[in-house]
């Protein structure tokens, strides 16, 4: 069970804008920023998201994140197919003293 | 250009202890605020964070794996090595090693992982 909420799973068709929300708590995404990562099946986590809502260099801006509150949400606009990829949350938890992340996001691609 | 390389077991069985070992390029971990960490992820299953250690040795354990962590660094190698004891058919997974810039708190740069299997 992880400590942020994500839905298992979301789907989109090409061009049309999907998001994909992040549901913690007081202790993590009430008080420090929120951080996304994509994934491809057999390979690492990349940074896709930092800091809420800023985009690392090479990070198409078609990608954004936002917080309000406990929660926060990755939105991707003109979704492609190259953009099906697992998609995880990530916060520092001041009570825990770590690093909490989501559940994941599978991203499907219709 | 920062990289990271996780080398260590392939195939332990139940009770024994995993030795991990992050190899990395780019950085210094004598660097102020810098930080390397270990985060995991069983088949299918989401991200787990393990450890993280500071450039000043300081060092972060997940509180429910705490007492069968122990983290290292031998800054002269550009090594961080990661001990896990007990281990269990519940710790095959995937083990990452991450690179935690200064002044921020999020993992930017990850290694390619190592699969671990636990099996009698």
């Known amino acids: 069970q992880s400590v942020l909420t994500q839905p298992p799973s979301a789907s989109g068709t090409p061009g049309q804008r999907v998001t994909i929300s992040c549901s913690g708590s007081?202790?993590?995404?009430?008080?420090?920023?929120v951080n996304w990562y994509q994934q491809f099946p057999g390979t690492a986590p990349k940074l896709l998201i930092y800091?809420?809502?800023q985009r690392p260099s090479g990070v198409p801006d078609r990608f954004s994140g936002s917080k309000s509150g406990t929660s926060a949400s990755l939105a991707i606009s003109g979704l492609q197919s190259e953009d099906e990829a697992d998609y995880s949350c990530?916060?520092?938890?001041?009570?825990?003293?770590?690093?909490?992340f989501g559940g994941g996001t599978e991203l499907t691609v219709l | 250009q920062i990289t990271l390389k996780e080398s260590g077991p392939t195939l332990l069985k139940p009770t024994q202890t995993l030795t991990l070992t992050c190899t990395f390029s780019?950085?210094?971990?004598?660097?102020?605020?810098?930080?390397v960490g270990w985060i995991r992820q069983p088949p299918r299953k989401a991200l787990e964070w393990l450890a993280l250690i500071y450039w000043d040795d300081d060092k972060r354990y997940s509180p429910s794996l705490k007492s069968r962590l122990t983290i290292t660094k031998d800054t002269s190698k550009n090594q961080v090595v990661l001990t896990m004891t007990n281990m269990d058919p519940v710790d095959t997974a995937t083990y990452y090693c991450?690179?935690?810039?200064?002044?921020?708190?999020?993992?930017?740069?990850w290694g390619r992982g190592t699969v671990v299997t636990v099996s009698s």
């Open positions: 991450a690179h935690w810039p200064s002044g921020y708190l999020y993992f930017d740069l």
């Open positions: 990530a916060a520092w938890d001041d009570s825990l003293n770590g690093v909490v």
């Open positions: 800091s809420n809502n």
């Open positions: 780019g950085f210094s971990l004598s660097t102020s605020a810098v930080g």
């Open positions: 007081s202790s993590n995404i009430g008080r420090n920023t």
